[in-house]
């Protein structure tokens, strides 16, 4: 190649950088916002499985279309604003960008979210299979995809009208940036955090006038000096809005319930109106610092890291009940004898040892809890003996919440319908108050250098899960929000609940239990503080705080006031297995053991997969993210070896499988055929639910001979529903 030729080269590269690729980054740069925005928009939308699964939940829903219109009018409200403030910073740029490279990056911009929501809806219809509610996912796209080219081919090609009303005329100082609309959009903005906000905020204080719900009135006030010392020639303008933004947040937070208005939008509206509102005010910010040359953003984001490192604005804090009791928790031992003793049922069972259930519920968000919940109220439904002599469950994240789940609705004495009382309670939604906490109030804490606790957006499941018990129409007091350590008593038939959780400063498992659990090591491992009492919900979640979705809580210790921090119980072991072994190793020294009563082991775990033998491919950023999934799946392997050990040593020598002394109840979670992969997070489809539904026991459907023959080749190939069943028969038989 000639020199010339080569300088050819160069010059037509450079030109090329310099014509498009510079003002492609430089435009980038200076939207970032917005870019952001759409970016998160995107990835959310179509890249999440709880997403995917709420837009299965919908299409199940007897509220289909009502959800399916807010849903994509939310996110069509995102799509017309992220476009309406991508089109005013470049005009507020002039002629600095080219002119085709400023019409067109605004309206693409603009459409990512809607075209995401459509991409989102086509990977749902994919994976569904019910024939109802792929037609209506098939109508939602189209109707959604529809939607999206009318208002594409608006920012488009829109009318005088059109720009005249929305888009304003950069020469007579209209628009967003207009003083008129800032202090307008300013209080919208504020009002919808509010009306969002407050109920759930005094919800979790349990008052109207707690710190957190005052705050959110002094950010009135605090927005509308800011937009003041910008336009002090509109101060009456300024009041009047702050009077109506201010009035409107008061009727909101005395008038409404806690969830009403989360879940009347959804998940997916709750995240589209968060992020209209994020995208038109940090676009304000960015603006006003652009202008003044101050680098607002910059200076945010650095006190959202300083805050973070000194842990000023750690707010997650979990609730506790006010208790003046000092007294330590019982020995498992004690409790054991006393519940032992108070068995109605314990003479029948003269001249032979009496079963006792020690049962485990393993993690997994709510496909966890629904299962644990439904497989323990239909084994009572079978079996009405069967909570008699179930002593306790050991449980860990979701499995937490159905373990509370079901130990409630059993207290109520009403056993008829358990399992569809159960089935009911995870039918409401639990993730949008969840979302809402997160978004709003708690994303706000990251930007403010003290702690608000009642902005702990883990309060949001709590308060979720709560309300789902009264809507189940139950006049009694609702027991998730009594005192944990009050919910079992041993004379009682509810079993003892023991929640699973990790210690981030040492890795350790501490259990929320009512009793002191003591290892072979001396060691303590149950939370036996003087003076801390907690909600059930609050205890049942505080096992379930998987990152990122629900933060790691922490509460102060009283002897030395150093914080403890607690996280989901499966960073340590996901199946609750090792906890529910420790019980029984402490119980096999009390007086009796094998000869007045026996333990047998219950643990509700994944259907054990098949290892292919074929080589993983390659995911892609291997220096990055081969360690983090190097240590998710190290968790899964951990909870797969604990029921491979506990199956060898607890089932050694013993050739029935009815006679097992540790016996699992399976999940299958990816079924393939039925185009079933059941998601990590807080919302289930009804298709979900049906195929977990069916795969709880019924002792009448056992298959013996099938049960038998599986068991002895000792293959990952089961039937999962003839396993359960046949589980649910050997404790039918242990029990008659």
Not at 104 to 112: K, S, V
Not at 306 to 315: A, K, P, Q, T, Y
Not at 322 to 336: G, K, Q, R, V, W
Not at 443 to 471: K, M, V
């Amino acid at each position: 190649m000639t020199a010339s030729n080569s300088n050819g080269w160069v010059q037509t590269v450079s030109e090329l950088i310099k014509t498009w690729i510079q003002p492609i980054f430089e435009i980038g740069i200076y939207l970032r916002v917005p870019v952001t925005i759409a970016i998160v928009a995107s990835l959310i939308f179509t890249k999440v499985d709880q997403t995917i699964e709420v837009y299965r939940a919908i299409a199940s829903d007897s509220n289909k279309f009502y959800e399916a219109t807010v849903t994509v009018s939310s996110v069509s409200l995102l799509t017309v604003f992220v476009w309406y403030v991508s089109r005013f910073l470049i005009l507020e740029q002039g002629s600095r960008f080219q002119s085709g490279l400023a019409n067109w990056t605004p309206r693409i911009l603009g459409i990512i979210p809607l075209l995401s929501l459509v991409l989102g809806i086509l990977k749902a219809w994919n994976e569904s299979i019910n024939d109802q509610a792929r037609s209506f996912l098939m109508i939602w796209m189209i109707s959604s995809l529809s939607i999206g080219i009318i208002i594409f081919f608006l920012l488009w090609k829109r009318t005088d009208l059109f720009h005249r009303c929305f888009l304003g005329s950069k020469s007579q100082g209209e628009g967003l940036f207009a003083p008129q609309v800032e202090i307008g959009l300013a209080n919208v903005a504020y009002t919808i955090f509010s009306t969002f906000s407050l109920p759930l905020i005094a919800a979790a204080a349990d008052s109207r006038a707690a710190l957190g719900v005052i705050i959110v009135f002094g950010l009135s006030v605090l927005l509308n000096l800011i937009l003041y010392s910008w336009h002090s020639h509109l101060a009456a303008r300024i009041v009047l809005w702050w009077i109506a933004s201010i009035s409107a947040s008061a009727i909101f937070v005395i008038a409404l319930p806690s969830t009403v208005i989360p879940n009347a939008v959804g998940a997916v509206s709750v995240i589209a109106i968060a992020l209209t509102t994020l995208v038109v005010v940090f676009s304000t910010i960015y603006y006003w610092a652009f202008r003044n040359n101050v680098p607002a953003l910059t200076i945010l984001l650095g006190l959202v890291a300083i805050s973070s490192l000194l842990n000023l604005n750690d707010n997650h804090r979990f609730r506790q009940i006010a208790t003046s009791d000092n007294s330590p928790l019982p020995s498992l031992e004690a409790s054991f004898q006393t519940w032992l003793a108070s068995r109605p049922d314990r003479d029948q069972y003269s001249g032979k040892p009496y079963p006792v259930y020690i049962a485990s519920a393993q993690g997994g968000g709510i496909f966890a809890a629904y299962h644990a919940a439904t497989t323990f109220a239909h084994l009572t439904e079978s079996i009405p003996s069967f909570p008699q002599h179930l002593f306790t469950i050991s449980s860990v994240s979701g499995g937490s919440l159905g373990s509370a789940a079901y130990a409630s609705l059993l207290k109520t004495g009403e056993a008829q319908n358990l399992s569809e009382k159960a089935s009911q309670l995870f039918e409401q939604e639990l993730l949008s108050p969840l979302l809402t906490l997160g978004f709003f109030p708690d994303l706000i804490q990251r930007f403010i250098p003290f702690p608000i606790y009642d902005w702990d957006r883990a309060t949001g499941l709590e308060l979720a899960f709560e309300n789902s018990w009264n809507q189940l129409g139950n006049n009694r007091e609702n027991p998730l929000k009594q005192s944990f350590y009050k919910h079992w008593q041993p004379q009682g038939i509810a079993p003892a609940l023991v929640f699973n959780s990790t210690i981030v400063e040492n890795g350790k498992r501490l259990v929320i239990s009512p009793f002191e659990i003591v290892l072979p090591t001396q060691e303590r491992i149950a939370l036996n503080e003087s003076q801390l009492d907690l909600r059930l919900s609050t205890a049942a979640v505080l096992s379930a705080r998987f990152p990122f979705v629900t933060p790691v809580g922490w509460f102060q210790r009283k002897s030395d006031g150093s914080k403890l921090r607690l996280a989901d119980g499966g960073y340590f072991d996901n199946s609750g297995i090792p906890t529910a072994l420790d019980i029984g190793r402490a119980l096999q020294k009390v007086k009796g053991y094998g000869k007045s009563f026996e333990l047998i082991y219950l643990a509700i775990v994944d259907q054990p997969q098949v290892d292919s033998g074929k080589p993983l491919k390659s995911a892609g950023m291997n220096e990055i993210l081969s360690p983090i999934r190097a240590l998710f799946s190290a968790r899964e392997a951990r909870s797969a070896s604990a029921i491979e050990l506990s199956t060898y040593t607890l089932n050694d020598g013993i050739t029935d499988p009815f006679k097992l002394r540790f016996r699992t109840l399976m999940l299958e979670k990816v079924n393939l055929d039925q185009q079933i992969r059941l998601p990590l997070g807080w919302q289930l489809s009804t298709a979900s639910k049906e195929f977990i539904f069916n795969q709880i026991p019924a002792p009448s459907q056992c298959n013996a001979t099938q049960f038998r023959q599986i068991l002895s080749r000792n293959t990952s190939n089961i039937d999962v529903k003839n396993h359960n069943s046949c589980v649910a028969k050997s404790i039918e038989s242990d029990l008659s």
